[in-house]
């Protein structure tokens, strides 16, 4: 991955959709974009989800 990749910029993406993909958005961070906007981030303190969603199961242990 490059060093320098955005959410609106994303070094893996779609041809057809260039701001949704992932990224690193840190040292030490996995990002992934939708539409330009982050939507999840992983870094070594855990993980950031952002948006609305609704989870079903499997979700334990955190805060969403």
Same mark, same amino acid.
């Given at each position: ?16 959709? &260039?701001?949704? /993909?992932?990224?690193?958005? @840190?040292?030490?961070? #996995?990002?992934?974009? !939708?539409? =330009? ?5 992983? &870094?070594?303190? /855990?993980?950031?989800?952002? @948006?609305?969603?609704? #989870?079903?199961?499997? !979700?334990? =242990?955190?805060?969403?």
């Amino acid at each position: 991955f490059p060093s320098h990749d955005t959410a609106a910029n994303p070094s893996l993406n779609f041809a057809s959709e &260039t701001n949704t /993909g992932v990224y690193r958005p @840190g040292s030490n961070q #996995f990002g992934i974009s !939708v539409n =330009g906007v982050q939507r999840f981030r992983a &870094t070594t303190a /855990g993980i950031v989800v952002t @948006g609305t969603g609704t #989870f079903s199961q499997g !979700v334990s =242990g955190g805060t969403f």
